[in-house]
């Protein structure tokens, strides 16, 4: 018997042709049950070489990394299967200024590589609102990016991946939706929970391979299929469906800019000035400040790892035109009658979504176009992005939460206590995100990149404001930017709440929020909020006492190279008690069960008392863990390739616009 529950299917509804496509063919499976082999052999691996049982090791990989694992790691803690779904199916509504997005990218990296990660190396934070505690100090902040940060992952990013990883395993398999999710969830939460960091960035760069591979030869597949671009440019200008109903043309013709990247900055879908500033602001906080991606960073062996790493993504982040936006472009030219639908009933029937149907572009290529074995292939690769990402989220908001948060509660945990709490703290993750899902179905019109960007720019403005003025101007204190945040969050959350309970419409129905709210594009809703949150946090700042110096040594941009000892405003909330365990009278022990052992181990718990270190020892490794020094030579040759990058990214642009 067949239900529905938001456009969920029990049982995968027939395709136009009324077939059922599903892997069921001994090539493809194969190639799948060898991918999730070495995939956890990887896993395992990273879990062996590592050390995962103190708050470096599994936090923040025991700091050993190297360039290109991860440059690598970035790319595909970015490239999730929301942007094969979520990009391609905006590729196919609008044309190529999606790809914005991505090359937008090529200039924050820098940003990341060259002014931010030398602040928090020096400062020797393993979080980013540890950086905001000693920066300002206070409790405030700390906790409330963090709780923050945490909404924003199970709204956007978990949810969003797992609805796009859903929309795909529909498409391709036709499985519960909720238990293929599930299964992928614990497959994924495995080597998350056991292996750590570690686990997660070399996993990740093998996953990056895949999707590399796999993606260039569904390309190759779909531009074969139009005759290469030339065909490609004029047959997308026609990709309209057969149904049209009474809707008005604009609702299903091609935008007459398909084929710009900069559009109007009055009337366009993506206007120019949304696109560079508006967009950047969220890059910044995205790449700059969010603990998925500076977590990654701090894992390397030294600055010129992380400048070589952020290069080698920035690189790789100007594929995904090529691989993702203009495949989505293709989809509607081949399927116009699913991809481009517009009337409700007709898009019901192809996807389970009044709104629209251009979510499947991507995955109904790879049904349709791919041959056995390689569909098999590219499954893998839409389950290495979905995994990638989530594994990256896991790690950071396990970090998040632990270091935090629960230290707060639990101020004398052990590290065996934080890293069980961490472990368990993934499940209600998940939890939280699965109950979510609808709610992104039927958000943004169906276009699932253009709903998570909006969320962004409603709520993560006030936060690169905060960073930004943290960094760069010390005079801004702790009153400055709390109330900075926390009048930017309401303003956020009052043009968010209020989209959602109008709903966001499509173009034959749309919503009925009032233009003095919604009326603002969400790009140019970002800039305005984030210019607000600036004025805030400075005026207060001016208004209240400054910060001394002494507190703010190698915290700060102008004072980043003082070798004074720094007066940290607090004492951190937690610190490793086991020296007062030692001083303990001791109890006698009992040797473990082997099973208990085995669990352990796999878990990354086991008890191992390193050599004791003298203060002088301590001195010297934190004075290691902070050094941003470089050889001459590498320093070099990464400043160079910045500018190689960055002269890329202008040219593409320019390209394309």
């Given at each position: 018997?067949?239900y529905?529950?938001?456009?969920?299917?029990?049982?995968?509804?027939?395709?136009?042709?009324?077939?059922?496509?599903?892997?069921?063919?001994?090539?493809?499976?194969?190639?799948?049950v060898?991918?999730?082999?070495?995939?956890?052999?990887?896993?395992?691996?990273?879990?062996?070489?590592?050390?995962?049982?103190?708050?470096?090791?599994?936090?923040?990989a025991?700091?050993?990394?190297?360039?290109?694992?991860i440059?690598?790691?970035?790319?595909?803690?970015?490239?999730?299967?929301?942007?094969?779904?979520?990009?391609a199916?905006?590729?196919?509504?609008?044309?190529?200024?999606?790809?914005?997005?991505?090359?937008?990218?090529?200039?924050?990296?820098?940003?990341?590589?060259?002014?931010?990660?030398?602040?928090?190396?020096?400062?020797?934070?393993?979080?980013?609102?540890?950086?905001?505690?000693?920066?300002?100090?206070?409790?405030?902040?700390?906790?409330?990016?963090?709780?923050l940060?945490?909404?924003?992952?199970?709204?956007?990013?978990?949810?969003?991946?797992?609805?796009?990883g859903?929309?795909?395993?529909?498409q391709?398999?036709?499985?519960?939706?909720?238990l293929?999710?599930?299964?992928?969830?614990?497959?994924?939460?495995?080597?998350?929970?056991?292996?750590?960091?570690?686990?997660v960035?070399?996993?990740?760069?093998?996953?990056?391979?895949?999707?590399?591979?796999?993606?260039?030869?569904?390309m190759?597949f779909?531009?074969?299929?139009v005759?290469?671009?030339?065909?490609?440019q004029?047959?997308?200008?026609q990709?309209?469906?057969?149904?049209?109903?009474?809707?008005?043309?604009?609702?299903?013709?091609?935008?007459?800019?398909?084929?710009?990247?900069?559009?109007?900055?009055?009337?366009?879908d993506?206007?120019?000035?949304?696109?560079?500033?508006?967009?950047?602001?969220?890059?910044?906080?995205?790449?700059?400040?969010?603990?998925?991606?500076v977590?990654?960073?701090?894992?390397?062996?030294?600055?010129?790892?992380?400048?070589?790493?952020?290069?080698?993504?920035?690189?790789?982040?100007?594929?995904?035109?090529?691989?993702i936006?203009?495949?989505?472009?293709?989809?509607r030219?081949?399927?116009?009658?699913v991809?481009?639908c517009?009337?409700?009933?007709?898009?019901?029937?192809?996807?389970?979504?009044?709104?629209?149907?251009?979510n499947?572009?991507?995955?109904k290529?790879?049904?349709?176009?791919?041959?056995?074995?390689?569909?098999?292939?590219?499954?893998?690769v839409?389950?290495?992005?979905?995994?990638?990402?989530?594994?990256?989220?896991?790690?950071?908001?396990?970090?998040?939460?632990?270091?935090?948060?629960?230290?707060k509660?639990r101020?004398?945990?052990?590290?065996?206590?934080?890293?069980?709490?961490?472990?368990?703290?993934?499940?209600?993750?998940?939890?939280?995100?699965i109950?979510?899902?609808?709610?992104?179905?039927?958000?943004?019109?169906?276009?699932?990149?253009?709903?998570?960007?909006?969320?962004?720019?409603y709520?993560?403005?006030?936060?690169?404001?905060?960073?930004?003025?943290?960094?760069?101007?010390?005079?801004?204190?702790?009153?400055?930017?709390?109330?900075?945040?926390?009048?930017?969050?309401?303003?956020?959350?009052?043009?968010?709440?209020?989209?959602?309970?109008?709903?966001?419409?499509?173009c034959?129905a749309p919503?009925?929020?009032?233009?003095?709210?919604?009326?603002?594009?969400y790009?140019?809703?970002?800039?305005?909020?984030?210019?607000?949150?600036?004025?805030?946090?400075l005026?207060?700042?001016?208004?209240?006492?400054?910060?001394?110096?002494k507190?703010?040594?190698?915290?700060?941009?102008s004072?980043?190279?003082?070798?004074?000892?720094?007066?940290d405003?607090?004492?951190?909330?937690?610190?490793?008690?086991?020296?007062?365990n030692?001083?303990?009278?001791?109890?006698?022990?009992?040797?473990?069960?082997?099973?208990?052992?085995a669990?352990?181990c796999?878990?990354?718990?086991?008890?191992?008392k390193?050599?004791?270190?003298?203060?002088?020892?301590?001195?010297?490794?934190?004075?290691?863990?902070?050094?941003?020094?470089?050889?001459?030579?590498?320093r070099?040759?990464?400043?160079?390739?910045a500018?190689i990058?960055?002269?890329?990214?202008?040219?593409?642009?320019?390209?394309?616009?």
């Amino acid at each position: 018997m067949e239900y529905n529950y938001f456009g969920f299917s029990r049982v995968r509804s027939t395709t136009n042709n009324g077939t059922t496509v599903v892997l069921n063919n001994a090539a493809d499976i194969s190639v799948i049950v060898v991918y999730f082999l070495v995939v956890l052999g990887v896993g395992v691996w990273a879990m062996v070489r590592t050390n995962r049982s103190t708050v470096g090791g599994f936090f923040l990989a025991g700091r050993s990394m190297v360039w290109w694992p991860i440059g690598a790691s970035l790319f595909a803690s970015n490239i999730g299967s929301g942007h094969f779904v979520g990009v391609a199916g905006t590729a196919a509504a609008s044309g190529i200024a999606i790809g914005g997005f991505e090359w937008n990218a090529l200039v924050v990296v820098v940003i990341l590589g060259w002014l931010f990660v030398p602040i928090y190396i020096k400062a020797g934070v393993v979080t980013m609102p540890e950086y905001l505690k000693k920066r300002f100090g206070g409790q405030r902040i700390r906790i409330y990016l963090s709780v923050l940060s945490l909404f924003i992952y199970a709204f956007t990013k978990i949810s969003a991946d797992m609805f796009s990883g859903a929309i795909f395993i529909n498409q391709a398999l036709g499985l519960n939706i909720y238990l293929a999710v599930i299964l992928l969830l614990l497959i994924t939460a495995l080597y998350t929970v056991t292996g750590g960091l570690a686990a997660v960035i070399y996993t990740d760069t093998l996953q990056t391979m895949i999707m590399i591979v796999g993606s260039f030869i569904l390309m190759g597949f779909a531009f074969y299929e139009v005759g290469g671009y030339e065909n490609f440019q004029e047959l997308y200008m026609q990709a309209v469906p057969t149904i049209t109903g009474n809707f008005t043309e604009n609702c299903y013709e091609p935008r007459a800019d398909s084929f710009h990247m900069f559009r109007d900055p009055i009337n366009g879908d993506l206007p120019w000035p949304g696109l560079v500033f508006g967009l950047t602001i969220q890059a910044t906080w995205y790449w700059c400040t969010d603990q998925v991606i500076v977590q990654r960073c701090l894992s390397a062996k030294n600055l010129s790892h992380v400048k070589a790493g952020c290069i080698l993504c920035g690189y790789l982040k100007l594929l995904p035109m090529f691989i993702i936006v203009f495949p989505g472009m293709i989809s509607r030219i081949l399927y116009p009658d699913v991809v481009a639908c517009v009337d409700p009933e007709e898009c019901m029937k192809y996807c389970g979504a009044s709104v629209g149907c251009t979510n499947i572009a991507y995955p109904k290529l790879v049904v349709d176009l791919m041959p056995d074995g390689l569909r098999g292939l590219m499954l893998s690769v839409m389950l290495a992005s979905l995994m990638s990402s989530l594994t990256s989220i896991f790690n950071s908001a396990s970090t998040l939460f632990t270091m935090d948060i629960y230290t707060k509660v639990r101020r004398t945990a052990s590290e065996k206590e934080l890293m069980i709490a961490g472990r368990v703290f993934i499940l209600f993750l998940i939890g939280v995100s699965i109950a979510w899902i609808p709610v992104v179905q039927s958000a943004q019109s169906g276009q699932l990149f253009d709903y998570i960007q909006s969320i962004t720019s409603y709520l993560t403005p006030p936060i690169a404001a905060v960073f930004m003025l943290a960094i760069f101007c010390k005079r801004v204190n702790e009153t400055g930017a709390f109330w900075g945040l926390l009048i930017g969050l309401c303003i956020g959350l009052s043009r968010m709440i209020t989209e959602f309970a109008y709903g966001t419409g499509s173009c034959n129905a749309p919503s009925n929020c009032p233009e003095i709210i919604c009326g603002v594009h969400y790009l140019y809703f970002g800039i305005i909020l984030f210019a607000v949150t600036c004025v805030i946090i400075l005026g207060a700042s001016l208004l209240t006492k400054p910060i001394d110096d002494k507190h703010l040594y190698r915290l700060c941009w102008s004072l980043r190279n003082r070798t004074e000892e720094r007066v940290d405003l607090e004492d951190d909330d937690w610190t490793d008690n086991k020296d007062n365990n030692d001083m303990e009278i001791e109890e006698p022990h009992e040797d473990p069960s082997c099973f208990k052992k085995a669990v352990m181990c796999f878990c990354g718990l086991e008890q191992q008392k390193g050599p004791k270190l003298s203060e002088e020892e301590l001195e010297e490794l934190q004075k290691k863990l902070t050094d941003t020094s470089e050889v001459p030579l590498c320093r070099n040759i990464v400043n160079a390739n910045a500018i190689i990058l960055l002269c890329v990214a202008v040219f593409c642009h320019g390209f394309f616009a």
